[in-house]
């Protein structure tokens, strides 16, 4: 019965987005997800921010940051990093999953998943900290959008990350960062559901980061650009959804999104 109600649910739902779509096309529209090309007046909202969810994609601002510097800043484009590249994508987004296996000549997935379980859409079941499957120098590009904070040696998964990587490649990290947070905060000594997400802002991450993660990521030999919305302009930021419409009050939430681009 519940299955049923949810397959109902989401034919009318799908019926819904089809038809909004045909309105915006015609009437116009105010905001566009990049990625799904999902048009509307504004996008849904989530527990933490207004106005940031592509309905259709699910993709938030980390997803669409990373896609306009992909496809509108020369210096990290995908015909530089992605096309006819190997990539290796940890925890793939979906529909990025998409956009990336079309153009990447050769497209490998990534997750640390629990053992017992087929998980068709996954090449490799690691450890990010312990790749031991992955040789060296195999990758040109590595990519893993919010999957740090959930690795016990983080510090580790960033070195894996360089080692896996050829000369000249280049790491795609995003990171939830606390708003004006200089160091980050962590303590693996923490094993509450409950006491992490009070401390962290979510129950399964192990720490919250600060403007220092870009200190950890040159101590493991990258040299790192941070992308956020003032790359763009304010036109390409408001139709993409590039930073919160309105900031959250959340003391942990990440206002200030950023893309690191980490060249080997």
């Known amino acids: 019965m519940k299955q049923t109600l949810r397959s109902i649910k989401h034919a009318v739902m ?4 089809q038809a909004s779509q045909v309105y915006y096309t015609v009437a116009g529209k105010t905001v566009e997800c990049n990625i799904c090309q999902y048009k509307s007046n504004h996008l849904a909202s989530d527990g933490w921010h207004q106005h940031v969810i592509c309905p259709y994609c699910k993709s938030t601002v980390r997803h669409r940051l990373l896609m306009a510097a992909f496809s509108l800043l020369n210096e990290f484009g995908f015909d530089k990093l992605i096309e006819n ?10 529909h990025l999953e998409k956009v990336m296996r079309s153009k990447a000549g050769s497209y490998k997935t990534a997750d640390f998943l629990a053992e017992g379980y087929a998980y068709s859409r996954i090449d490799y079941n690691i450890d990010i900290s312990a790749m031991k499957a992955i040789g060296d120098e195999s990758f040109d590009c590595v990519i893993a959008c919010d999957v740090l904070e959930h690795v016990p040696d983080h510090m580790g998964a960033i070195r894996e990350v360089y080692r896996v990587l050829k000369p000249g490649g280049y790491c795609v990290f995003t990171v939830p960062q ?4 200089k160091q980050t905060i962590e303590d693996l000594s923490i094993t509450s559901p409950q006491e992490r997400e009070r401390i962290f802002g979510q129950r399964d991450h192990l720490r919250i980061y600060g403007d220092d993660f870009v200190d950890m990521l040159t101590a493991c030999g990258f040299a790192v650009t941070g992308i956020d919305e003032h790359f763009f302009s304010k036109e390409i930021i408001d139709q993409y959804v590039l930073f919160p419409p309105i900031l959250s009050k959340h003391p942990l939430a990440t206002n200030y999104r950023k893309v690191f681009f980490g060249k080997k």
């Open 178 to 181: 606390k708003d004006n947070l």
């Open 14 to 17: 799908g019926t819904y987005l």
């Open 85 to 94: 590249k190997s990539v290796l994508h940890f925890a793939p987004e979906k």
